[in-house]
């Protein structure tokens, strides 16, 4: 997700200020489909490794309780940040909507970071 989530920061989010009027409500509308797709598993996987390594950890129940808090930020980000972003896209590009979504995703680029660094140090 960490690798994802730089792509989604650097490269996709800002993109949305480069589709045009006439044909951003269907662009919107298809990025919402296609990037379910994509993150919809990886993330599931996510959730569920994240109660797993609390229950049974590898070591200290330390860093997958940390691992899962910031998790659940990321998750918070997702729902009242990123997600009513994206409705407002559907409706039409809105310069100011997408400046707030590219601003309010570094809460989830930095938490997917944290958390693989977490995870490289239960694996260390």
Same mark, same amino acid.
């Given at each position: 997700?960490?690798?994802?989530?730089?792509?989604?920061q650097i490269v996709h989010y800002p993109l949305f200020?480069?589709?045009s009027a006439d044909t951003s409500v269907a662009y919107a509308d298809e990025h919402q489909t296609r990037t379910a797709w994509v993150v919809g598993l990886p993330m599931l996987i996510e959730g569920?490794?994240?109660?797993?390594?609390f229950f049974d950890p590898v070591g200290s129940r330390v860093l997958p309780?940390? @691992?899962? /808090?910031?998790?659940?930020?990321?998750?918070?980000?997702?729902?009242f *940040?990123?997600?009513?972003?994206? @409705?407002? /896209?559907t409706r039409g590009y809105n310069r100011e909507t997408v400046?707030? *979504?590219?601003t309010s995703n570094w809460v989830r680029t930095i938490g997917w970071s944290v958390r693989a660094g977490i995870?490289?140090?239960i694996v260390a």
């Open positions: 997700m960490a690798g994802l989530i730089w792509f989604v200020h480069k589709v569920i490794t994240t109660v797993w390594l309780l940390i @691992g899962g /808090l910031v998790l659940a930020k990321v998750h918070l980000s997702t729902i *940040l990123q997600v009513p972003r994206h @409705g407002e /896209l400046s707030k *979504l590219v995870a490289v140090a």
